[in-house]
């Protein structure tokens, strides 16, 4: 089966722009969730949804924000960007219940 | 608060000798931990869980209650074990967030 689906996989945006991520998970995976990383910290939870409703959210500020569709596509958005924004974002499925984590693998956003 | 510490940011054994990553972790309530590796220009993937008990690639992990660790080793590193190795717990609110250590580069020197 396909595996967790992020486009675009890379992205240049100026200061202050706002980009929109996608995130198609595996099939029958109802949970989507969204890390940043970076060199400096690592990988950071930015929120997660299942079915439809945010379930779970990180320390981001509200320039970070997302939504996730009835086929359980996702998508997250980041507003006003900042150079400190330059990262990997990384989308990760599961069933929802025990078990790990499928990768997708990320979007790299360079802002400048 | 949930925590994961990787002490070693950087580690590095020769081939055939033995290898451990250390992870600590505090957690208040029953944790589920979890090892994830990224190899060189690869995603990040799922080695290993506590829950199965499992021996992934020759790794094993055991959960050590007592000392909060869930150290990850390996009895004969070979080169193709050369990663980034992330030790998470699983938990959070919904017990769906996972804690990630800042991770431990392993070089596996021929």
């Known amino acids: 089966k396909a595996g967790v689906t992020q486009t675009p996989r890379y992205l240049i945006k100026t200061r202050g722009q706002q980009v929109t991520l996608s995130c198609s998970p595996i099939?029958?995976?109802?949970?989507v969730s969204w890390y940043q990383q970076t060199p400096g910290q690592g990988l950071q939870f930015l929120f997660e949804?299942?079915?439809?409703?945010?379930?779970n959210k990180g320390n981001f500020p509200g320039r970070f924000s997302g939504r996730q569709f009835s086929n359980s596509r996702s998508e997250m958005n980041v507003s006003t960007l900042e150079l400190g924004d330059s990262a990997l974002y990384l989308c990760?499925?599961?069933?929802?219940?025990?078990?790990?984590?499928?990768f997708g693998s990320g979007t790299r956003l360079t802002v400048v | 608060a949930q925590r994961v510490t990787q002490p070693e940011k950087l580690l590095s054994v020769f081939k055939g000798a033995p290898v451990e990553l250390k992870c600590n972790y505090s957690?208040?309530?029953?944790?589920?931990l979890f090892w994830y590796v990224q190899y060189s220009r690869q995603r990040l993937q799922l080695l290993l869980r506590?829950?199965s008990r499992e021996s992934i690639k020759g790794f094993t992990a055991d959960l050590n209650k007592g000392e909060t660790s869930f150290h990850l080793k390996k009895p004969f590193a070979q080169e193709e074990d050369s990663a980034m190795y992330y030790c998470a717990l699983r938990g959070g609110s919904t017990g769906n967030q996972f804690y990630f250590g800042t991770g431990t580069s392993l070089t596996v020197i021929p």
């Open positions: 957690y208040s309530g029953s944790p589920e």
């Open positions: 949804y299942f079915s439809e409703t945010q379930r």
């Open positions: 990760a499925s599961s069933l929802g219940g025990s078990g790990g984590y499928t």
């Open positions: 506590h829950i």
């Open positions: 099939s029958g995976h109802r949970s």
